[in-house]
């Protein structure tokens, strides 16, 4: 089925450690932006990307590295992690400008950090 | 930059009753607008959006909103809540030329029998 797929959905990671949360999209979306949901909060950005080879640091971006070598994928590195990364994470996607089909979202990847 | 704000965290309603949810945006340019459910461990689902069409938006699943430019407001209804209705709600809005959303924090919505 096509849509926003990302893995792995769940991960306990010690502190310290690094990881890559995948997220990979089969629509042909230029757009792609990872954010963090935790309770009470919302969804934050963390980093976004309006094309391969095209990053920039979205509201949370500390502790978090992308790149996007390829219009389908867009990794998201945690460089080593720390307690307060413990949240769930959501890669979106959607067509140039944003519009009009909205922002098609992944299922999510629990990550906690002891 | 954007803001979203969502008042309050929970709303409780019961089953048949008016679903009102509140939504206000702080941007000085009408943005584009978007509502979002997400049921318990599930991603994001696009109930409905405004794009600076008509300003009542029929969405899925019975919900709309109407978007007032002169309150900078977008609240979500609907006339008769389910059960299946209980989820958390999100209002956001695009940003940076449209390539991403900004969030509201969230509205629970509680449906009792």
Same mark, same amino acid.
């Given at each position: 089925n096509a849509g926003v797929?990302?893995?792995?959905?769940?991960?306990?990671?010690?502190?310290?450690?690094?990881?890559?949360?995948?997220?990979?999209?089969?629509?042909?979306?230029?757009?792609?932006?990872?954010?963090?949901?935790?309770p009470g909060m919302g969804l934050r950005l963390i980093h976004y990307s309006v094309g391969a080879g095209i990053t920039d640091q979205g509201e949370v971006?500390?502790?978090y590295n992308v790149s996007r070598s390829t219009t389908e994928d867009f990794p998201l590195r945690l460089l080593s992690a720390a307690p307060s990364q413990t949240s769930v994470y959501f890669c979106a996607s959607s067509y140039g400008q944003g519009l009009p089909d909205g922002y098609t979202f992944g299922s999510g990847t629990r990550l906690t950090v002891v | 930059a954007q803001s979203v704000t969502q008042l309050g965290s929970h709303v409780s309603v019961s089953e048949g009753a008016l679903v009102l949810?509140?939504?206000?945006?702080? &941007?000085?340019?009408?943005?584009?607008?978007?509502?979002?459910?997400?049921?318990?461990?599930?991603?994001?689902?696009?109930?409905?959006?405004?794009?600076?069409?008509?300003?009542?938006?029929?969405?899925?699943?019975?919900?709309?909103?109407?978007?007032?430019? &002169?309150?900078?407001?977008?609240?979500?209804?609907?006339?008769?809540?389910?059960?299946?209705?209980?989820?958390?709600?999100?209002?956001?809005? &695009?940003?940076?030329?449209?390539?991403?959303?900004?969030?509201?924090?969230?509205t629970m919505l509680l449906v009792s029998p």
């Open positions: 797929t990302q893995t792995p959905k769940f991960q306990v990671l010690k502190t310290g450690q690094s990881m890559t949360l995948q997220c990979a999209q089969d629509m042909n979306h230029e757009y792609m932006s990872w954010y963090r949901q935790d971006p500390n502790g | 949810l509140r939504c206000n945006y702080s &941007s000085s340019v009408p943005p584009y607008l978007f509502w979002y459910v997400q049921y318990p461990n599930q991603g994001l689902q696009l109930l409905l959006k405004y794009t600076s069409a008509a300003t009542l938006v029929k969405g899925i699943n019975g919900f709309e909103a109407e978007f007032k430019k &002169s309150e900078t407001s977008f609240h979500l209804t609907k006339p008769s809540a389910h059960m299946s209705d209980a989820a958390e709600y999100f209002c956001a809005v &695009s940003d940076r030329g449209y390539s991403t959303l900004t969030f509201g924090k969230g």
